[in-house]
């Protein structure tokens, strides 16, 4: 036996730790309970935390030839001994390495970065005491319909809410009352559509008595133009979706058309499996449709290189790899990225299986550097097709030779420029006739092939049927199958977290063995199996949520409800979230009546600050700012470039659209203030707002009124006695100052380039402007809530 | 354990300030992070020697064998073919690949060793010659990309790929605010005048990645506002600014009464630091108040905003009022053709500024805890891009070695480290890799590497990956 005789120091520091942790067996005080150890919840996080580095599926950093994440493995006879006795703590390898203080013996490591604490040390022992059972991982099984819990309060309007409110009670809470018709309106309205209600649409739902005015309300939205545009600008973070190149040019591209497609897919409510099915394959149906090459661009996105002088083999590898990293993460929520180089870590998927991922990806007809809309390529105008395509020819053979012919490259790019200004084009998936052969890749390096693979997924998420073709289109109906444990939970899940600013699973960019375990697990069960039984409906699946009782609480909290359930993971009150800054802008553009509301076509660009491209880009440095109209746009239109992002956006976390980004912190800070404060923007919005509102309230007798009126327009809700008071004294404030100095309310009517109402009195419209500013930015004003 | 309140950063702020409960604004959280600092220093981390960061990024690749790691005898050499047992195999980028010829192109500048220490520096930078023995040169850096864009990159956040924090982030991150009223992290621009519109900069180069963005640079303009947004709009002024402002926050208390929210309370204190911003920062950039002496230094170019000289003298100021990274970036040196040509300029550019800043902060005390850092993305070949004459030629990407130098903040002044081949090719010695200048130049900060993550998506993220290596001997 590799284990000496037990000692009196071993087995009082084994009991020690089991009382010390509450779990051992003995007299408790009441508010103690005994937790049981449980895989999925305690060991899994723990092994994969301080034990897989060294002691887990990637061969290639294996210490001492143990493996710790399979039960088989732990068995193994060592000589002696094994690494785990189940239930037998003492006679386990493991637990004397873990409870060692000799510097030679002791796990992990004296100098390793991660220690165990006595807590994670007893859950071990506790967990090999109980018989060191290994469970599946959660999220690598396929949900199975749960039964609905019984309500019998009468709270509840659909399943969700019974399955919300078993853990409430259990942690003696109840759920928050139903939030006003005003707080329901602007969330629901801001949720489905980005924008906020309009006067007419808060009269008609206040008006509306009849029972399921609510529901009409939804419905109504839901088949709103604006819903598509809403829900596509958030599939645009995971898409990666930009107007430029990415790379040390950052050439301006044409992908909007393939922006459009996705704005028109949400509003037809094209399902889920489709909508996968079409972006990722779109182009190996039978007879593809034009919408449906067009779709394929989702998987073009990515950033090309237009550098002189790249290898361009290099950068071809990693636009598959760029592809591979953002299918997994927008579908599955995996991050396949890390087995590039080596076995991932925690998840099963070994580096054969990244690269037996990465052959689908591997056989676009595509090369390495690309310069602005890339090949291949969906023509609008056959012609163009040839010229394009010669261009193409030539600027890869010179870009081979470069030598004394630079004036060629620059007069190439130029026809090219030119063409395609005329022309439309989108980028789209193309493969070759005969697929390129795939190669793990030593260290993830282009120029080192090793062994030869052929198509296949990671067989432990589900196996792939042998009879499918080897094609991207066998990959989206695997994704897609309903018996994928990942693709529908993820899914449900991403939806959800957009109406509660919160997944059921808090890490939506990790579904992983490391990811957090699901918080409501039945009820995303029952979701992601309900998604799939409704074929994938996603417009049902945002009804159910927005009309569910959960969602239509009130947000609002004391202190002590808030301290009890701080990130809302009960879900103890409705939802409260920081705006994202693409709906604060168009918030503030259609609470002013600016906003123009054409829905889709190329990108245009609002204001910005001066300098902000030129001090930064070599290419195209000039930010040709929009005029009239297009100043208006909803924010989904503004031109993205990926180095040099629009600052008002990116102070609020807006991402750079690099690379596939499932979540945005949400930060504040005093740079998010200046903008609200000072960018004309918002400026020009609040402008624009007092002298509409000034129309209707023209006299400086009735503030009272007037006031009303703008907070109606833009917090959906007339103002408090305290709040009259703070503003009235601003207006008078302000009115006396402009008055003391008009050409201070002079200037404040320069900023912004839509007309002034010459006959309006500029001190009156300027003293108004700063107060529906104030309004614009009060903390409320940026929240969904 | 967490040695940079990680666990506070993992979990939502407003969990944190909930669960602390005393009504904590943001400003607090820095100082929190401080004293967290503080107490990891005692535990797995280090007595740090630099508090703070000036990177004099120079982008494009300065040549490293026209200024720094002179080869005379290559003289000799001169239109030879690079040999094969010296190229082993490197791989060449597009531009020269076609070449029919490799020819060695030797240096035209003379070099002269300098002060006690010896260091050689060539006749390009005179001012740099003369603080010499401050610096530390690293002739050893190797990188592995050898195209702008992914080795510019690679040095500012570890990685080739984007999508990771940069330096300062990560700074900016572990140890927190030192300016109550100004950003911790600060980026600065110029244009060189060797290619003026040479080397464009992407924002990934002080992005956080997938560290919370307030953690990200803040990049101060040349031409217009150093903050955008950061005046009011014209027509209100600063009186108006502070009643607004208190009326807003009564808005703002209201709502929290109602509805309690953590975040209330930080934006409430957000908008007062921005109100106090609007007067520090302008206060900061007001360059022209500095006395005569100071352009004597720098050079009169720091009288115009937006040369490398003018933001040199702005990042001594910045450091001097707390700001924790300071980044600047100088475009223009990517010498492909015509080097004799752009070359100069560059230098010129930079030269007195870069020798002024490390002398100023010396004379001000700052130089023990500030590390000043020169250098770029990676070397230039000896072999000549396009045609060798006797006055003209061109150098192409090099990523196998390239010299950088270092100052202040406990890196060993007067030192020499590493060595290249005869043909400035290859490192013979001491090779120093950029995961090995990010953990050593950690360490200096007194953070261990290997130690100071951040999850994301299951994984533990560190600033060197998986590799690096602490470089004691270049430090004190």
């Not at chain 1, 919840?41 to 034990?51: E, F, G, M, V």
Request: hydrophobic fraction near 35%; charged fraction near 25%.
């Amino acid at each position: 036996m590799g284990i000496p005789s037990k000692t009196a120091m071993f087995s009082s520091r084994f009991a020690w730790l089991l009382i010390a942790s509450g779990i051992a067996s003995g007299p408790l005080s009441a508010d103690q309970t005994i937790k049981s150890v449980k895989y999925n919840r305690d060991i899994r996080p723990l092994l994969a935390d301080a034990c897989l580095n060294c002691h887990g599926q990637d061969e290639q950093s294996r210490q001492a030839d143990l493996r710790l994440d399979r039960r088989e493995d732990v068995l193994l006879d060592r000589g002696g001994y094994s690494a785990i006795v189940p239930g037998d703590a003492e006679n386990s390898e493991v637990v004397r390495r873990i409870l060692s203080e000799d510097a030679f013996l002791q796990m992990p490591p004296p100098d390793s970065p991660r220690q165990l604490t006595d807590q994670e040390r007893a859950m071990l022992l506790q967990w090999i005491e109980d018989g060191a059972e290994f469970e599946q991982h959660w999220s690598f099984i396929p949900p199975e319909l749960p039964t609905v819990p019984e309500d019998n309060t009468g709270w509840s309007r659909n399943e969700i809410d019974r399955f919300v409110l078993r853990p409430l009670k259990d942690n003696g809470l109840k759920p928050q009352d139903e939030a006003d018709c005003r707080t329901l309106i602007r969330r629901v309205t801001l949720d489905l559509t980005g924008l906020p209600p309009t006067r007419k649409q808060v009269e008609q739902f206040l008006a509306d008595t009849r029972p399921d005015a609510y529901e009409r309300l939804v419905d109504t939205l839901l088949a709103s133009p604006q819903y598509g545009e809403q829900q596509a600008s958030m599939w645009l973070d995971l898409a990666r979706y930009a107007d430029s190149g990415g790379y040390q040019g950052d050439i301006p591209r044409t992908m909007w058309p393939w922006r459009d497609w996705v704005i028109q897919a949400y509003n037809k409510n094209l399902p889920f499996d489709k909508f996968t099915l079409y972006q990722l394959a779109g182009d190996l149906l039978p007879n593809p449709s034009d919408e449906q090459l067009i779709a394929t661009g989702f998987n073009r996105n990515h950033r090309i290189n237009d550098e002189d002088g790249i290898i361009p083999e290099e950068f071809r590898m990693e636009y598959v790899v760029d592809r591979v990293e953002t299918t997994s993460l927008t579908w599955m929520g995996l991050t396949m990225g890390c087995a590039r180089c080596h076995d991932h870590k925690f998840d099963p998927i070994s580096q054969e299986e990244f690269y037996s991922f990465l052959a689908y990806f591997n056989s676009v007809d595509e090369f390495g550097r690309g310069y602005g809309n890339a090949q291949p390529l969906f023509y609008y105008d056959p012609e163009t097709q040839a010229i394009i395509e010669r261009i193409d020819r030539e600027l890869i053979e010179l870009g081979d030779a470069a030598q004394g012919e630079y004036q060629k490259l620059i007069d190439l790019k130029a026809e090219r420029d030119e063409v395609l200004s005329k022309s439309l084009t989108v980028m789209i998936m193309k493969d070759l006739p005969e697929p390129r052969e795939t190669f793990i890749l030593d260290r993830g390096l282009y120029d080192s092939p090793g062994k030869k693979v052929e198509h296949g997924v990671p067989a432990a998420i589900l196996p792939l049927s042998k009879e499918v073709p080897r094609n991207r289109l066998s990959l989206a109906k695997w994704l897609t199958d309903p018996q994928h444990p990942l693709t529908s939970r993820v899914a449900v899940n991403r939806y959800w977290k957009s109406h509660f600013g919160r997944g059921l699973v808090s890490t939506p960019e990790d579904f992983g063995t490391r990811g957090a375990p699901p918080s409501h697990p039945e009820l995303l069960d029952w979701l992601a199996v309900r998604f799939i039984s409704s074929g994938w409906d996603v417009k049902a699946l945002h009804r159910l949520i927005v009309t569910s009782s959960t969602y239509r609480q009130d947000s609002s909290a004391t202190k002590e409800q808030y301290l009890r359930d701080p990130e809302n993971r009960l879900l103890s009150r409705g939802p409260r979230v920081r705006m994202r800054p693409e709906e604060i802008r168009d918030q503030a553009l259609s609470a002013s009546g600016l906003l123009n509301s054409k829905v889709g076509g190329p990108s245009v660009k609002p204001y910005q600050p001066d300098g902000v491209w030129e001090e930064m880009v070599a290419f195209f440095p000039e930010y040709n700012q929009s005029h009239g109209e297009d100043l208006y746009r909803r924010s989904l239109y503004t031109f993205l470039r990926r180095t040099v992002q629009p600052p008002n956006m990116n102070s609020l976390d807006f991402q750079s659209r690099e690379i596939c980004q499932v979540n945005r912190p949400t930060t504040n800070t005093p740079l998010q203030a200046l903008v609200l404060m000072n960018d004309p923007t918002y400026v020009e919005a609040a402008r624009v707002l007092a002298q509409q509102t000034m129309l209707t309230c023209p006299s400086s007798s009735n503030d009272e009124l007037w006031l009303t009126d703008v907070l109606e327009r833009i917090l959906i809700r007339p103002p408090t006695c305290d709040e009259i008071e703070i503003l009235k004294a601003q207006l008078h404030q302000h009115r006396n100052d402009y008055r003391s100095r008009p050409e201070l309310a002079q200037r404040l009517m320069t900023v912004g380039e839509s007309p002034i109402d010459s006959k309006m009195n500029p001190v009156e419209l300027a003293a108004r402007t700063v107060v529906v500013s104030l309004i614009f930015n009060v903390d409320e004003a940026i929240n969904r809530e | 354990m967490n040695p940079f309140a990680t666990e506070i950063h993992k979990q939502s702020r407003r969990y944190f300030f909930g669960k602390s409960a005393t009504g904590l604004g943001a400003a607090a959280l820095g100082t929190l992070l401080k004293s967290e600092t503080a107490h990891a220093a005692q535990g797995p981390h280090l007595p740090s020697t630099a508090k703070r960061v000036i990177y004099l990024f120079q982008s494009g690749a300065p040549s490293q064998m026209d200024l720094f790691d002179p080869k005379p005898d290559l003289e000799n050499r001169r239109g030879d073919e690079l040999p094969s047992s010296v190229r082993m195999g490197q791989r060449l980028t597009g531009m020269t690949a076609q070449q029919d010829r490799l020819c060695i192109a030797p240096s035209i500048y003379k070099f002269q060793r300098h002060g006690e220490s010896g260091a050689s520096v060539s006749e390009l930078l005179p001012h740099t010659a003369q603080v010499a023995d401050e610096l530390c040169f690293i002739k050893s850096m190797h990188t592995d990309a050898i195209n702008h864009d992914p080795a510019i990159t690679f040095l500012m956040t570890g990685s080739q790929l984007p999508g990771r924090p940069s330096i300062g982030s990560w700074l900016s991150y572990g140890l927190g605010k030192e300016a109550e009223n100004l950003p911790t992290f600060v980026v600065l621009s110029s244009k060189g005048s060797g290619r003026p519109n040479g080397q464009p900069l992407y924002q990934r180069l002080w992005g956080s990645g997938f560290i919370p963005s307030e953690h990200q640079g803040v990049r101060f303009g040349n031409t217009t506002e150093a903050v955008h947004y950061l005046s009011n709009p014209a027509g209100v002024d600063s009186h108006a600014r502070h009643s607004w402002l208190n009326a807003l926050r009564k808005m703002n208390e209201a709502k929290l009464e109602e509805t309690y929210d953590p975040e209330i309370e930080t934006r409430i204190s957000q908008y007062e630091m921005a109100f106090r911003m609007q007067s520090s920062v302008p206060e900061l950039t007001e360059i022209e108040n500095e006395p005569q002496s100071t352009f004597d230094l720098y050079g009169e170019d720091a009288k115009q905003p937006g040369t490398f000289a003018a933001n040199c003298l702005l990042a001594r100021r910045m450091v001097e009022r707390g700001v924790r990274y300071v980044q600047l970036f100088h475009r223009g040196w990517d010498q492909h053709v015509n080097l004799p040509k752009q070359l100069p300029g560059q230098c010129k550019d930079t030269d007195q500024a870069s020798a002024a800043l490390v002398l100023d902060l010396k004379q001000r005390g700052l130089l023990d805890d500030t590390i000043v850092i020169w250098g770029g993305e990676f070397g230039r070949t000896i072999y000549c891009q396009e045609a060798l004459s006797a006055t003209n030629y061109g150098r192409d990407h090099h990523p196998r070695c390239f010299t950088m130098w270092v100052a202040g903040g406990g890196f060993r002044p007067g030192l020499s480290y590493g060595a290249t081949d005869d043909y400035c090719y290859n490192v013979t010695e001491n090779p120093v890799s950029v995961h090995d200048f990010h953990a050593t130049l950690l360490h200096a900060l007194g953070i261990k590497h290997e130690h100071f993550t951040f999850r994301h998506q299951g994984r533990d993220y560190r600033l060197t990956d998986v590799h690096g290596r602490v470089v004691d001997d270049l430090l004190s």
